[in-house]
């Protein structure tokens, strides 16, 4: 529907940062398209059309500040006719709305014969969503784009959804690529790294941020979830993360979540030495089968001051299920372990023990050990009907063992019953809807511009299962997940596992059958 408010001078305030960077920054070549302005003024915000080639359609992504009232059009010597009224640089698009598709032709390109082209074009707006735009030379940004590890430097302003500019405008900052599996996608995730440290979006002031791709889950909403969950449980910092639509040079990259960066909570915690454990990186400390321990925030040289004590936890972890004498929590602190367990377990982490999870300690010894914080969860939320406890993965064995010490599963049930419970109830009937309901035209608007990377047909890798494509889809899995562990940890009913060898999800697929022997401590 067509919007009827009235743009005020706030373009020119947000952009003020981004008109410094067409100084600073100039790119060096423009992406071919067609290209709209939101007003008249020199300040006004830019947007190009994105082209999906495979439909010959094109998608004008707006943010949800915009006004089309606003919109004209802005591509020199190309003019377009859009249904049955032409435009050319400067003419308001008047006859056109949102939602709707219509038949579009330009003179520029032309195809083989000579001929004028058509395509499809169809105009989407974000609501409720902060918009981020970031300036970069073009060519530097696609060498970023290629490689990970190449940084390139950037401005970064923010605008609220209603048009409010906030205080982070024309931020110096630098870019480059994050993740792994993720980073094999179409949408990529980036690490923010701000020149001097900024109170983002209401969240706490640093310099390192993380934007992620979530280029697993469609919904958009697993990994936010998981992280406010984690801060319902008191499981200790947790980073903080906010929705944002990113534009790149006037392009729309897709909906992100910002998060704080993990590996700065030493900073934000004095004190703290962050532990990774992940697949083998030099220099490591070998955990268990394919486990390997990283030190992350400081000098990674470090680990090994830390040998004989991290020994000692995993000795403690292995022994747990023997420990007579209740020397645990000697070694850990019994409450974030739990915590860090039942979200694992709760969301049927797959990358529990494996990668992107995180222990810490403080400074003085001998070393107490915490779980979490929190992170990566956007390969989750699978196998809704049986414990990741009894899947028979050497690297999951761990919480197997500490499952099997009486204080610490007293202490994990009773959370899981006093509060993990109730919240995962709140999910289903209410807090999934709202979340979903607050990002639904901006998730829309990322699912048609990556809809490659969520291709049910496309191949994935052999062990990446595809994402729950709907928030209902979300809310039946909770729902059923909630009602398995109900039946296993609290009526005690009596709990089998059956593996089924496939080839795929790494050979297995996990089931559970309610006649059985046995019971799940």
């Not at 499952?403 to 899981?416: D, L």
Request: proline share 5%; glycine share 6%.
């Amino acid at each position: 529907m067509r919007r009827a408010r009235i743009i005020t001078t706030v373009f020119g305030i947000l952009l003020a940062g981004i008109l410094v960077a067409a100084c600073l920054l100039t790119p060096s070549h423009k992406e071919e398209g067609i290209a709209f302005k939101l007003g008249r003024s020199a300040s006004a915000v830019t947007v190009n059309a994105w082209l999906d080639s495979s439909s010959n359609h094109y998608y004008l992504f707006l943010p949800s500040f915009a006004v089309i009232d606003s919109l004209t059009y802005n591509t020199e010597d190309c003019p377009v006719t859009i249904g049955n009224t032409t435009y050319h640089k400067g003419d308001y698009l008047s006859t056109v709305d949102t939602g709707k598709t219509y038949r579009l032709t330009c003179e520029r390109p032309r195809g083989a014969d000579g001929a004028t082209k058509t395509y499809l074009f169809t105009i989407l707006q974000s609501t409720n969503t902060t918009t981020l735009f970031v300036e970069m030379k073009d060519d530097i940004f696609d060498k970023v784009n290629h490689d990970r590890d190449t940084r390139g430097p950037a401005l970064v302003s923010f605008l609220s959804p209603t048009g409010t500019p906030s205080s982070a405008q024309g931020l110096r900052a630098t870019i480059k690529g994050r993740g792994c599996s993720s980073w094999r996608q179409p949408k990529k995730s980036y690490k923010l790294v701000l020149n001097s440290p900024d109170s983002l979006l209401g969240m706490a002031p640093a310099s390192k941020w993380i934007l992620v791709s979530n280029s697993f889950d469609e919904t958009n909403l697993k990994n936010k979830i998981v992280l406010d969950f984690a801060r319902w449980l008191d499981y200790g910092w947790t980073p903080d993360a906010r929705f944002v639509d990113l534009y790149v040079n006037n392009n729309y990259l897709g909906l992100y979540l910002l998060s704080e960066d993990i590996e700065t909570m030493a900073q934000k915690q004095p004190g703290t030495h962050l532990f990774k454990i992940d697949f083998w990186e030099s220099p490591s400390l070998r955990m268990a089968q394919d486990q390997y321990i990283q030190l992350v925030g400081e000098n990674p040289q470090n680990i090994f001051a830390f040998k004989e004590e991290i020994r000692q936890l995993r000795e403690a972890i292995h022994n747990a299920d023997r420990d007579s004498l209740n020397r645990l929590p000697e070694v850990m602190d019994i409450h974030s372990w739990a915590c860090k367990y039942l979200i694992d377990e709760v969301f049927a982490n797959y990358d529990m023990w494996r990668k992107s999870n995180y222990f810490y300690c403080l400074s003085g010894k001998p070393a107490h050990f915490y779980g979490g914080p929190a992170w990566d969860y956007d390969i989750a939320w699978h196998y809704p009907a049986n414990s990741l406890l009894a899947a028979g993965k050497p690297e999951w064995r761990l919480y197997h063992t500490l499952m099997q010490n009486a204080r610490f599963a007293r202490h994990t049930k009773a959370i899981y019953t006093s509060r993990c419970n109730q919240y995962v109830q709140w999910l289903v009937d209410r807090g999934i809807d709202s979340m979903a309901t607050l990002i639904h035209s901006a998730s829309h608007m990322n699912s048609l511009r990556w809809q490659r990377n969520f291709d049910q047909d496309r191949p994935h890798e052999g062990w990446i299962q595809p994402s729950i494509a709907s928030p209902d889809s979300l809310k039946t899995y909770l729902a059923t997940r909630r009602r398995f562990l109900d039946r296993h940890w609290e009526a005690r009913e009596p709990y089998r596992q059956i593996t089924i060898n496939m080839p795929m999800a790494e050979g297995n697929i996990y089931g559970s059958s309610d006649k059985c022997v046995g019971e799940m401590q």
